[in-house]
């Protein structure tokens, strides 16, 4: 504590607060950074840090409040003002051009010229040195499109150091990459410090604040809710002052009682858009009354796999069969009717249509059943009244079900997608993120669902890119890598580190040595 | 102080437009309304500009447009052609689809129907028949060259902006070498003296209702009875409902389990069957024959009455009769007042971009409220979803 | 070797073995070379037909027989076609052979044109000159989309931002210009071109300001030309008694117009021709090498990206649009002031569209939209050449109507088929808002 209060601040920030329409994401918010640090700023899913960093960054102009970098007031008025401040910002979704070439990614905004020309030779050159003094290899001439998603984090790290950033802004940079791939960033991270930067770590993961602040500052509803010490506080200390009152970590869940399979998968293979076969020979066995948790590392099939099985996308090899009925080729309102459901992974893009009223996102995928159509003409009154009875059911913050469905926030949202899946006969559940980007009580809410639903006698085949929602909910786990499963674990048995391994190498640590 | 004067001035003012809007329900009119205005303005100040005095001009307009029972004729046989092309726009619109190709639809659609309507057999089929079978067969044109792109946008990402504008050139090439070709001999009336088909059949004409400068006939009513069913459509049958769901969401769509390829086909070939329409009923009501250059412009005029109409398939009826009125009366003004009848253009290009660019409007008239909706199509750029 | 590579190895074996396009085309050209070998070359005759490079009345000049020529080409074909199944690594020799064959299809037509035709012999350098002054316009007008599109904003505009200009800086002309002076005549072209960019302003405005439909902000552009230039023709054009005019004078460019052959056709020319050529390469140039050319296109694909550099996505996109309409001003200047001498209504006749088609056949690239305008340059003048030439099969005359349907239909098939879903630029179309 005594040795970060020695250090200079570099960046203060006093009283800041920013609205938009309707919200106010930040109130009165004080924080400083301290020269050579790690000041992690934890808070849940819309508790105003990105907001605070954007308004640090320049992106957003703040209603109040002043910034003083290295002591000395500024007036943010546009990214090029923090840049020019050497503050950098690695942002939560990559701020990259796929089609351009890793170096013209870098100098895009500070372009190295010669004459008026632009000069590569002279731009490959200093990347390449940046990458060596930070071990941060990547080729600067490929396409950032043809790059993983680890190196394409690289590259944004290059970005704010080829501006000679010395404040770096990292906005949950570790929510991308598998628990290895972390203790690696985290090694990365410390080698930046000793150069001399100083950084803020944006994340809601607990276990990372401790394992890599100097210093915590936690907001919670736009406010900032308290600082801590990483050596005295623990997980469930962070966690109170996170959501302001007691946090349950274990989800209440009874044993699981599975009947017969009812979810069979064989040899899936499946294409993404671009033509790549990223699943590849996915097989697996999900029984009545049991959760099936898929865990993995994003982009290794998971999305491809979940839109195959329901119908959204055709697959090019193996079959799938749901309650007994060969569903390989059915298109999606077939596997609906066979009695599954499917909450999906984006709820903007796929579940809801935005500008649609509550009423009618809750009947989109039975809005030509008999009971809300005769023969093709819509039934205005019924879907109405289903509507209310639903929304008072699933407890759907919301003033009438006329409203569209836009005007909610996320949580309630996803209550009206869950409303809508869960209702009648469902046998099987895909459940693809369930909680992404939610508050705590929504979690809560929808886990519970999840539960039981699967109590009553369901399948439910759940993908998260969180490992603690996989480990908290699943009955059996499976290690999604390239396409394929791994391996299975009893949820009760696996292991973070068993897991995360697999998810990282594909292979457990015994057959490596195997072979 | 004159100030506060004004103050209040204005605040009466608009509490007395408010008393007016509330009373009769126009708030979703307003913009329109304040275009339509703000339009003429700026024409007027064209108009001055040449030296004529605007009022003597528009009254000329006016008078053009309604100043006797023949012109009211003229101009609502003049808007009919309209009500089809901007029901295809609208149509596609609520798709999320953006048919810049009724220009080529009415193309196909005129001469498909003055093709069959000059089969010989035709002669001795009483109208009663005849003038479905050619009207039909304008829809069934229309529909087939709206397919074409439709079909290319579900199937190959093919955006239908693109696919039309071409479809359109080769659809003006193609009935150009049909009616104007001579040998070989194909559909051309070789004893008239401009390229066009011969006459259809008598029985095959729609009957006339007035005399008048285009001649007025029943099409009229046959394009309004399908605004009507469109809007029954659109408003109240699952099939509208999936139509509108994929124009606004066509992920959500997939997810929900609407064939979204079988709705984009469908919204393009029917999109493309009422511009179809509108040709046969051109052909078999006002001309007779089909003559290529007679619907020039009338697809492309049709996206800003699908525009100044919101989509709505009530709205284009009257939207589709200030567009044909003011083609129709224009030639009054130029002969009396000696204005370019271009006037018009321009003041209608003026009333697409108010109301499309609403903020303006909004801000001129100090209108409250939030920009209304947008019609969302095409917003994804070229290559598509 | 690990798992995971060998997996990676497999998987891209198995893409490679993968049906593409270019094996399609393949098929396409191995079936053209059979039925050019079986089926036209036997039945063409067999005297001889000649290509002149020169006016009469001593030409240089190719003779040949269309059914050997025919047989040629048709072996070309079926070895382009055999071509394109080789495996992946070879890719550029596929590629390589199909744009061989694709090129040859020009001589292809040609000569079984001239086989069909009464007349022994035909001049192929003007018929390319013609061609390439018959690209003039679109050439220019698809480098307006382009700029425009990479930036970001789809622009169907082109079409009302050509007329505009070519009404403009006509009527400028007829005011100015009594004395029929040529300095006259290049202020009139300068503000066609200042006409251009300010409807393209508008478009900008419309676009990125009040984020209309960008679709829409284009049909508003095109509506408003067509009634502004026709109120300008009839108010101040015709009145003006000037209706008629000069147009810019014909010259040889130095040094190259010495050269054999080509030297009196193609580099005897009028400047806003040859502009054009000045045109698509400094597009080239400044959009791919300079550090501006760089924002533009970071703009296109990813604003919100450009925004967290710094880069005022905004103003590039202005600045884009309206550089853009500065060109379609030239190429509106080219109608009015060039090809001819006066303005007539709707005198761009659906150039703008075509440009618009050639810029997508060249898949937003300068030089592919160039070939693009090229293309449509080549059909029409060919189309009239047949005519001239009288070319029949049988009794059946080949319609010009045909020929230039043709490039259209071309298009049709490259954006149906050849066209990748991922080519335009990403954030085309998608209003931005800077963030606050």
Not at chain 1, 110 to 118: A, C, I, K, R, S
Not at chain 1, 127 to 140: F, S
Request: charged share 15%.
């Amino acid at each position: 504590m005594s040795t970060a209060d020695e250090r200079t601040p570099v960046l203060e920030v006093f009283g800041v607060t920013k609205t938009f329409p309707g919200v106010v994401a930040n109130e009165d918010v004080d924080f400083t950074l301290h020269q050579g640090e790690i000041h992690c700023l934890l808070g849940e899913n819309g508790a105003g840090k990105s907001t605070l960093m954007n308004v640090v960054f320049g992106l957003y102009q703040p209603d109040q409040g002043t910034i003083k970098v290295r002591g000395e007031q500024v007036q943010m008025e546009g990214v090029h003002d923090a840049i020019d401040h050497g503050i950098g910002m690695v942002h939560q979704h990559f701020q990259l051009i796929p089609v351009f070439t890793v170096a013209e990614n870098v100098i895009l905004g500070d372009e190295l010229t010669n004459g008026p020309f632009l000069d590569l030779k002279e731009a490959r050159r200093r990347i390449r040195e940046i990458e060596e003094k930070y071990g941060l290899a990547v080729d600067p001439d490929i396409k950032v499109g043809d790059l993983s998603v680890g190196e394409q984090q690289r590259v944004e790290l290059v970005k704010a150091l080829f501006r000679e950033a010395d404040i770096l802004i990292l906005d949950e940079p570790t929510a991308v990459l598998t628990p290895g791939e972390v203790d690696d960033f985290f090694g990365v991270v410390r080698s930046l410090v000793d150069q001399g930067k100083s950084i803020i770590f944006i994340t809601h993961k607990l276990r990372e604040v401790l394992a890599v602040a100097d210093r915590i500052t936690v907001l919670r509803g736009g406010k900032v809710a308290g600082t801590a010490d990483p050596k005295t506080a623990t997980q469930q200390s962070l966690a109170n002052l996170m959501v302001g009152r007691d946090v349950v970590f274990q989800v209440e869940k009874g044993e699981a009682k599975p009947g017969e399979p009812v979810l069979r998968i064989k040899n899936l293979a499946v294409e993404d858009d671009r033509g790549v076969q990223t699943v590849n020979g996915f097989s697996v066995e999900v029984r009545a009354g049991e959760i099936f948790g898929i865990a993995g590392v994003e982009g290794n099939g998971q999305r491809e796999l979940v839109e195959a099985v329901t119908g959204m996308r055709h697959n090019v090899g193996g079959t799938v069969e749901i309650l007994g009925i060969n569903a390989t080729k059915l298109p999606p309102r077939k596997i609906t009717e066979l009695g599954t459901a499917h909450i999906p992974e984006d709820r903007n893009k796929h579940g809801l249509v935005g500008s649609y009223t509550i009423a009618d996102n809750l009947v989109l995928n039975r809005y030509h059943h008999e009971s809300f159509a005769r023969r093709w003409i819509r039934d205005h009154h019924a879907i109405h009244k289903e509507a209310e009875s639903l929304v008072k059911q699933y407890d759907v913050r919301t003033p009438a079900v006329q409203v569209p469905v836009n005007t909610l926030s996320g949580g309630n949202q996803q209550k009206v997608i869950v409303a809508r899946e869960l209702t009648g006969e469902v046998e099987v559940l895909f459940v693809s993120q369930p909680t992404r980007g939610l508050d705590v009580g929504s979690i809560e809410f929808i886990h519970n669902q999840i539960i039981a639903l699967r109590d009553r006698g369901a399948a439910v085949l759940l993908v998260s890119a969180e490992l603690d929602e996989i480990l908290s909910l699943s009955d059996r786990i499976g290690v999604l890598y390239r396409g394929r499963l791994v391996g299975t674990f009893e949820g009760k048995e696996a292991t973070r580190e068993q897991l995360g391994y697999l998810m990282a190498t594909g292979a457990t640590p015994e057959s490596e040595q195997a072979s | 102080m004159t100030g506060s004067g004004n103050n209040r001035l204005d605040r009466s003012l608009a509490g007395f437009r408010q008393r007016i809007v509330d009373a009769w329900s126009l708030q979703p009119l307003l913009v329109p309304i304040y275009a339509i205005i703000l339009s003429f303005i700026i024409g007027g100040v064209l108009i001055a500009i040449i030296g004529v005095n605007p009022f003597d001009a528009y009254w000329a307009l006016v008078r053009g447009m309604f100043g006797s029972s023949d012109r009211i004729a003229g101009s609502l046989a003049r808007s009919v052609p309209f009500i089809g092309s901007a029901l295809a726009l609208a149509f596609a619109f609520k798709a999320g689809l953006f048919n810049i190709g009724a220009e080529g639809q009415l193309l196909v659609g005129g001469l498909t129907a003055a093709w069959v309507g000059t089969w010989a057999w035709m002669t001795d089929t009483p109208g009663i028949f005849a003038i479905p079978i050619v009207l039909l067969a304008g829809l069934i044109g229309g529909f087939v060259w709206g397919w074409i792109p439709g079909e290319l946008r579900a199937r190959t990402g093919a955006h239908e902006v693109i696919s039309t504008i071409m479809l359109n050139s080769i659809a003006l090439f193609g009935v150009r070498w049909l009616v104007n070709s001579r040998d070989p001999l194909i559909l051309r009336d070789t004893t008239a003296s401009v390229p066009r088909t011969q006459q259809i059949s008598d029985t095959a004409i729609l009957p006339e209702l007035a005399d008048s400068n285009p001649n007025l006939h029943m099409g009229i009513f046959v394009m309004i009875a399908v605004c009507f069913l469109l809007w029954f459509v659109l408003r109240r049958t699952t099939f509208g409902f999936e139509t509108i769901t994929v124009g606004l969401n066509p992920h959500a769509s997939h997810y929900a389990g609407i064939n979204v390829n079988r709705i984009i086909v469908m919204a393009m070939a029917l999109s493309g069957a009422f511009a179809g329409l509108a040709a046969a009923s051109e052909v078999s009501g006002t001309n007779q024959f089909f003559q290529p250059g007679t619907f020039a412009f009338i697809g492309f005029d049709g996206i800003a009455i699908a525009l100044l109409a919101r989509a709505n398939p009530i709205a284009i009826i009257p939207a589709s009769i200030l567009w044909g009125s003011l083609l129709a009366g224009a030639p009054l003004m130029q002969q009396e007042a000696d204005v370019s009848i271009d006037v018009v253009r321009i003041i209608q290009a003026m009333v697409l971009l108010f109301v499309a660019a609403d903020a303006i409007v909004r801000y001129l008239f100090r209108m409250r409220g939030e920009a209304g909706p947008h019609i969302e199509a095409a917003a994804t750029g070229w290559s598509g979803p | 070797m690990t798992a995971a590579t060998v997996e990676e190895v497999a998987q891209d074996m198995a893409s490679a073995r993968r049906f593409g396009r270019q094996h399609i085309v393949g098929i396409i050209f191995g079936v053209l070379g059979v039925v050019l070998m079986a089926a036209v070359a036997p039945a063409l005759t067999s005297e001889t037909r000649a290509f002149a490079f020169e006016p009469p009345p001593d030409p240089l000049q190719w003779e040949f027989s269309p059914s050997t020529l025919v047989a040629v080409i048709g072996i070309v074909y079926l070895a382009a076609a055999g071509l394109s199944f080789l495996p992946a690594q070879y890719r550029r020799i596929s590629f390589l052979s199909q744009l061989v064959a694709a090129i040859l299809a020009i001589p292809l037509i040609l000569g079984i044109s001239l086989a069909l035709s009464s007349a022994p012999v035909t001049n192929v350098t003007n018929l390319l000159d013609e061609s390439l002054v018959l690209a003039t316009p679109i050439a220019l007008g698809a480098m307006t989309g382009l700029w425009s599109e990479r930036s970001g904003i789809i622009n169907i505009g082109i079409e009302g931002m050509m007329l505009g200009a070519a009404g403009v800086g006509f009527m400028t002309y007829a005011l100015l210009g009594s004395a029929n002076s040529v300095g006259w005549l290049w202020i009139a072209i300068l503000i066609a071109i200042l006409a251009g960019g300010l409807l393209a302003a508008l478009h900008a405005v419309l676009s990125i300001k009040y984020q209309i439909n960008q679709i829409v902000s284009g049909v508003v552009i095109n509506l408003f030309a067509l009634g502004l230039t026709g109120f300008l023709r009839s108010e101040v054009i015709v009145p003006s008694g000037n209706s008629k005019g000069v147009a810019t004078a014909e010259f040889g460019i130095p040094i190259l117009k010495e050269i054999p052959i080509v030297g009196d056709t193609i580099f005897q020319g009028r400047p806003l021709h040859f502009m054009m050529y000045a045109v698509v390469f400094l597009t080239w140039l400044v959009m791919f090498r300079t550090a501006w050319g760089l924002r533009v296109r970071s703009c296109g694909e990813n604003p919100h990206a450009a925004e967290t550099l710094g880069i005022n996505v905004v103003k590039i996109r202005y600045q884009a649009v309206i550089l853009g309409g500065f060109i379609a001003g030239l190429a509106g200047a080219w109608f009015s002031m060039e090809a001819q001498s006066g303005f007539e209504d709707n005198m761009t006749n659906a150039a703008g569209f075509i440009a618009l088609a050639a810029m997508i056949f060249g898949k937003w690239t300068p030089w592919g939209a160039f070939a693009g305008a090229l293309l449509f340059g080549f059909a029409r003048a060919l189309g009239s050449r047949l005519q001239f030439l009288d070319v029949e099969i049988g009794d059946f005359g080949i319609p010009s109507e045909f020929l230039q349907m043709l490039p259209f239909l071309v298009t049709l098939v490259v954006v149906a088929g050849a066209l990748g879903r991922a080519v335009a630029p990403a954030a085309e179309g998608q209003p931005y808002s800077p963030s606050k």
